[in-house]
């Protein structure tokens, strides 16, 4: 059977080996990072809290994991990996109930998630609407409800074409708008449940992610609109996963950087790995190659050679700088804080930082032995605006020590969550904090080449970059960039987020997708009788099919979407 060379072991790297282990294909792959599996869905263990017991630490993570009901490829493959008495790591996923959206000096809303199925959900819904209407205007409220049924009925060519060279920010009218309107409306949803800039991101892609969310709250047989592992990552998802693929005999090769594509003949000849601990430099050969590194890493490997064979792929070098900084930073806590039962948003920060609280999701995880053993719960947050100044500090994230993220992330925490009197979270709290170890400072190298297509200030951007693991945000008039899985490089592959898919967002459920895509067009060329991977549209009412066909002909005749209701 053909050998086929997987160049990075995220979740995209991960799932073509799984998928390809699966048809019967011979599999290695070659990761970086030299301990652990699954890139940026990680968690780690933190460093010096091993104290109790020298192998038990307490659980950190580059940033929280979320699985939206609409998933259905990343989830597919989770339903293959086995955990024994018939179980799979998909039975580890587990619903939350609400998303609370904080707000400083206001009670917080907190919805509930799906569909209201007890006289209390019902509750929370007038309750929280009630709370908002204070601060929303009606005709706030009109106009926003006016914009998602324009894109519950616009035909797909409108977002191919019109969604997507408009901003979110632009298309909600944001800009003239409250600041209510903008933070719990426009940025709300949006903030939390996809890592996107609403400013910058594409209305194609955010518009479609928020509706599918919609759609599942909507859902009375949806009970799954925000699904979460019940234990850390690593242990609920990865290890399982990583000990399947070498027990199916792929080979995962911890620890080695891909430093280049060898091109002969038309085709990839090699990739050069090296080992990151000896400084080895060893050929690596197959029949086909798996490009599945992030764009900005994927950039570096674009040369001369590569390009001669596909010019198309100068556009990865474009997209690199299309990344934003995305990290996680955890508190843990020696008192029982369990917020709501779900995500949290908090509206007022002007770092645009989402939480969740673990522990109360993780009923067999035992903490006790971990830390110092005073540790009870977890609150996990993400930091994604690192380029606006704190409310406290007033600098940005990226500009701040380690020890200064701390310390305004926790004032904004307490800022939106200490109301009324009522203090939720005090510094007496912490007993440990974690911040992404991917936060230091790196330069990205540049090629040539890079030099040559991207602006100076882009090159600069990418010199001082600190994250080392940015994630891509989808930007206006992009997707014609974004590469398809199959290039045509007759035995060369990507599968990553950045790829078209019908996910059109950096999410696992994308870095799945693209992995079944690759996975597909290999078994295609290789002549393998193997079943295809399935693929999945989106999801689109049949009630509103009706209503596209009218826009679809509207479109064709060069209007403009109208209300036909
Ligand atoms: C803070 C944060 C929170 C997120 N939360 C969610 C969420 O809740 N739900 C969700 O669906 N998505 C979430 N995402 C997005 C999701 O994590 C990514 O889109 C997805 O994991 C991308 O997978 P990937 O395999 O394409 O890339 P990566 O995860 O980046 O994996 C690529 C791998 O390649 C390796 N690599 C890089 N360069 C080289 C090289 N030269 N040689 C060898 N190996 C290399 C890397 O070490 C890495 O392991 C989040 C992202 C961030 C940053």
Redesign the pocket.
């Given at each position: 059977m053909a050998k086929v060379i997987v160049?990075?072991?995220?979740?995209?790297?991960m799932s073509a080996a799984h998928e390809l282990m699966l048809r019967g294909f011979t599999v290695e792959v070659?990761?970086?990072?030299p301990e652990y599996v699954?890139?940026?869905?990680r968690s780690v263990n933190v460093p010096g809290t091993n104290i109790i017991d020298p192998n038990l630490f307490l659980p950190g993570e580059?940033?929280?994991?979320?699985?939206p009901g609409f998933y259905k490829h990343i989830t597919a493959t989770m339903k293959t990996i086995p955990l024994g008495n018939g179980k799979s790591v998909y039975d580890n996923l587990v619903s939350t109930d609400t998303v609370m959206i904080a707000q400083a000096g206001a009670l917080p809303l907190v919805m509930p998630d799906n569909f209201p199925t007890s006289l209390k959900d019902v509750a929370e819904i007038f309750y929280s609407m009630m709370v908002a209407s204070e601060e929303l205007t009606k005709e706030d409220v009109e106009f926003f409800a006016g914009r998602v049924w324009q894109l519950m009925t616009s035909c797909k060519e409108r977002y191919a074409d019109e969604y997507e060279s408009i901003g979110w920010w632009e298309y909600t009218g944001a800009s003239t708008r409250s600041s209510a309107y903008q933070r719990l409306l426009v940025e709300g949803l949006t903030r939390s449940l996809v890592?996107c800039k609403a400013q910058t991101a594409s209305t194609k892609t955010v518009g479609m992610i928020f509706l599918q969310l919609i759609y599942l709250m909507l859902e009375p047989k949806a009970q799954d609109t925000d699904r979460v592992l019940n234990a850390p990552t690593n242990d609920a998802w990865l290890y399982p996963w990583i000990d399947y693929l070498t027990l199916k005999g792929v080979k995962y090769f911890k620890g080695?950087?891909?430093n280049a594509l060898l091109t002969a003949n038309g085709q990839i000849s090699g990739a050069t790995v090296q080992n990151i601990a000896t400084g080895e430099i060893i050929n690596v050969v197959g029949d086909y190659y798996v490009l599945?590194?992030?764009v900005e890493?994927a950039a570096p490997l674009m040369t001369q050679a590569i390009l001669d064979l596909d010019p198309s792929l100068e556009n990865i070098i474009t997209l690199a700088p299309n990344v934003e900084w995305?990290?996680?930073i955890q508190f843990y806590l020696n008192t029982q804080v369990d917020l709501n039962r779900g995500h949290t948003i908090y509206s007022s920060s002007n770092w645009a930082l989402t939480s969740i609280s673990q522990k109360q999701f993780w009923p067999g995880y035992d903490l006790s032995k971990r830390g110092n053993g005073k540790v009870v719960s977890v609150l996990s947050v993400?930091i994604s605006s690192w380029y606006t100044n704190g409310n406290f500090n007033n600098k940005p994230a990226q500009d701040c020590e380690p020890d200064e993220i701390k310390d305004e992330v926790w004032k904004q925490l307490k800022q939106e969550l200490n109301i009324d009197g009522k203090v939720t979270l005090s510094d007496d709290m912490i007993e440990f904090w974690y911040l992404d170890a991917d936060i230091q400072p790196i330069t990205t190298p540049i090629t040539p080449l890079m030099k040559r297509k991207l602006t100076a200030e882009e090159n600069a951007d990418l010199q001082k970059e600190m994250d080392l693991?940015p994630?891509l945000v989808n930007q206006c008039d992009t997707w014609e960039m974004r590469p398809n899985s199959y290039t045509m490089i007759p035995n060369l592959f990507l599968a990553?987020?950045y790829v078209k898919t019908n996910t059109d967002l950096?999410?696992?459920?994308?870095?799945n997708e693209a992995a079944r895509r690759a996975v597909n067009n290999i078994i295609k060329v290789s002549g393998s009788k193997a079943d295809l991977c399935e693929i999945w549209p989106m999801y689109n009412p049949l009630l509103l099919v009706p209503f596209q066909a009218i826009d679809k002909k509207h479109f064709n005749n060069g209007l403009k979407w109208k209300n036909v209701f």
């Open positions: 160049l990075g072991g995220g979740v995209a790297g070659y990761e970086r990072n699954g890139g940026k869905a580059h940033g929280f994991r979320f699985f890592a080695y950087n891909v599945s590194v992030p890493k995305m990290n996680g993400d693991e994630l990553s987020d950096a999410t696992m459920e994308g870095a």
